[in-house]
């Protein structure tokens, strides 16, 4: 079965760190752009951190900026999501999703590809 299975959430306090990971079962990530979006009660889903196919491309909101770093590992069939200084309105289903070739890592976050594969999603939760 093809899937992409996150892990890595749970309740951390404001100013805490989190790393998130995305594992590929069925397939391997080695020619994906790979997408962490999120999605807040009652907003709309956003891209948080992307990375290309290539690993040299990435993407970020400006939300997230100089917080959040996305990495990838091949070897591992694994895209991480690494958190740190979290902030109470960082609380969100968080996905990472997959696409076959995508090159760029901000077009990834912006919504320009039609992504191959989605998580179900781990739940972050930053509050006191």
């Known amino acids: 079965q093809l899937q992409l299975v996150e892990s890595g959430g749970g309740l951390v306090q404001p100013g805490g760190s989190l790393r998130l990971s995305c594992a590929a079962s069925?397939?391997?990530?080695?020619?994906?752009?790979i997408g962490w979006f999120r999605q807040a009660p009652g907003k709309e889903r956003e891209g948080v951190s992307c990375i290309g196919s290539s690993g040299s491309s990435t993407g970020y909101a400006d939300s997230v900026k100089g917080r959040f770093t996305i990495s990838r590992d091949n070897a591992k069939n694994t895209v991480y999501l690494q958190m740190n200084g979290l902030k109470p309105e960082d609380s969100a289903v968080y996905y990472c999703?997959?696409?076959?070739?995508?090159?760029?890592?901000?077009?990834?976050?912006?919504?320009?590809?039609?992504?191959?594969?989605w998580g179900k999603g781990t739940l972050v939760t930053v509050s006191s």
């Open positions: 999703a997959a696409d076959l070739l995508a090159l760029d890592g901000e077009r990834l976050c912006r919504g320009f590809y039609t992504m191959d594969y």
């Open positions: 069925g397939f391997t990530l080695d020619y994906y752009g």
